[in-house]
């Protein structure tokens, strides 16, 4: 069954960088976008960015133009996502998620258990 | 300050029926973009309820049915049950932004 299993839970000082992996189970890596969602303590879901496992193009939302950075390895089926310049902010829970071959229009059909990144000095 | 607006909570007493609302604009949903729905148990991740507007995954029961109209769109729960009590999102795409975008989500609460 198609399974998302993401890496775990990570404490960092500000100013750092965390990188979380997804590992994709169950179906053809290649055919599906991978999708990153954050989740701030109490907060809704905000949608960070895609990646195309099948060439490596993403698409991040405005307001992670800089910061944040999404790769493949199709060797291995696993997506990685890092974020740098860690804030308190950034404190979160991640998701990976696998959409359609619509791209950023697509609707989310499985989710990974979600990584919480604790950024704390 | 979310692009789709939500409410942030409803509530019903079981065997009610709920709708909840997902506003958006010319940019995203009423540019004719689809919406989806997710719901999100306490300490769980989201799992996805409606796509395609109307459409339901494999599994999920048909007390739960979506629509959509102009630049907003519902999510309709008919036969509340104590465990349908959960955050609910809609996404969709906004060309402004060049971006799927999420509700700030509503918090459903059974009496």
């Known amino acids: 069954q198609v399974q998302l299993v993401q890496s775990g839970a990570e404490v960092k000082k500000p100013g750092a960088s965390v990188k979380v992996s997804c590992k994709a189970l169950g179906y053809t890596f290649t055919r599906n976008y991978i999708h990153w969602v954050r989740q701030a303590p109490g907060q809704g879901l905000e949608w960070m960015g895609i990646?195309?496992?099948?060439?490596?193009?993403?698409g991040n939302a405005q307001k992670f133009q800089v910061r944040f950075t999404m790769t493949r390895d199709t060797s291995t089926s696993v997506v990685f996502m890092e974020l740098s310049s860690l804030r308190s902010e950034d404190t979160a829970v991640y998701y990976c998620a696998r959409g359609g071959v619509l791209g950023e229009l697509s609707w989310l059909d499985y989710w990974g258990q979600g990584t919480l990144v604790t950024v704390s000095s | 300050q979310s692009v789709l607006t939500q409410p942030p909570s409803v509530s019903g007493a079981p065997g009610q029926r709920v709708t909840i609302s997902c506003t958006g604009s010319?940019?995203?949903?009423?540019?004719?973009?689809?919406v989806h729905w997710y719901q999100q148990l306490p300490g769980t991740a989201p799992k996805l309820l409606i796509y395609?507007?109307?459409n339901r995954p494999s599994g999920v029961p048909d007390r739960f049915s979506g629509s959509k109209s102009a630049t907003s769109a519902s999510l309709a729960i008919t036969g509340l049950q104590a465990d349908d009590e959960a955050d609910y999102y809609c996404q969709s795409y906004d060309s402004s932004l060049s971006g799927s975008v999420f509700g700030g989500g509503t918090k459903l609460t059974v009496l």
């Open positions: 395609g507007n109307t």
């Open positions: 010319s940019s995203n949903i009423g540019a004719g973009y689809d």
């Open positions: 990646i195309s496992p099948s060439d490596g193009t993403t």
